[in-house]
């Protein structure tokens, strides 16, 4: 897995002066009431790492196999993003990252075909929730550092 730790690590790291440079005021604006700012967006990733942190911990373990879904909107919502520090989101989005790579490096071979369900049609292994991980981490960041429309 030291392939998708590396990964995340270097799009991270490439990610952070990039989002450091965007202004706060553009952070939280929103395109239309319905899309998620910038903030929104990086808040989403956070709730996506918490989320994540669980799984691949719990199902390390084997334990827990059955994951809660998460309302992402909601999540959002609940948590106003958009009302915080646009900076201090920034460094625990990068911090969490840091983590759930360390977390991914030291998981041993033998758990990675450990089976999850995360809401999809079937169950899936620990190892293809890992990946998915950096697929949506890849996707956001991305939508994230597009210019404004
Ligand atoms: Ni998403």
Not at 93 to 102: E, Q
Not at 112 to 137: A, M, Q
Request: with cysteine; hydrophobic share 40%; net charge neutral.
């Amino acid at each position: 897995m030291k392939t998708i730790s590396e990964k995340i690590r270097a799009m991270i790291a490439a990610a952070k002066p990039k989002l450091l440079k965007i202004s706060p005021e553009i952070a939280c604006k929103k395109a239309n009431p319905d899309t998620w700012s910038k903030k929104e967006i990086l808040g989403h990733l956070i709730d996506s790492a918490s989320n994540n942190h669980q799984r691949f911990v719990r199902g390390a373990q084997n334990v827990a196999w059955d994951f809660p879904t998460y309302n992402q909107n909601r999540w959002v919502e609940v948590q106003c993003y958009n009302e915080m520090n646009w900076f201090d989101l920034v460094d625990l989005f990068f911090h969490y990252n840091l983590h759930l790579c360390r977390v991914i490096d030291v998981l041993p071979q033998e758990v990675l075909n450990n089976p999850c369900n995360i809401g999809k049609e079937n169950h899936v292994s620990l190892k293809f929730v890992i990946e998915d991980y950096l697929r949506h981490l890849e996707h956001h960041i991305e939508k994230i550092l597009e210019p404004l429309a």
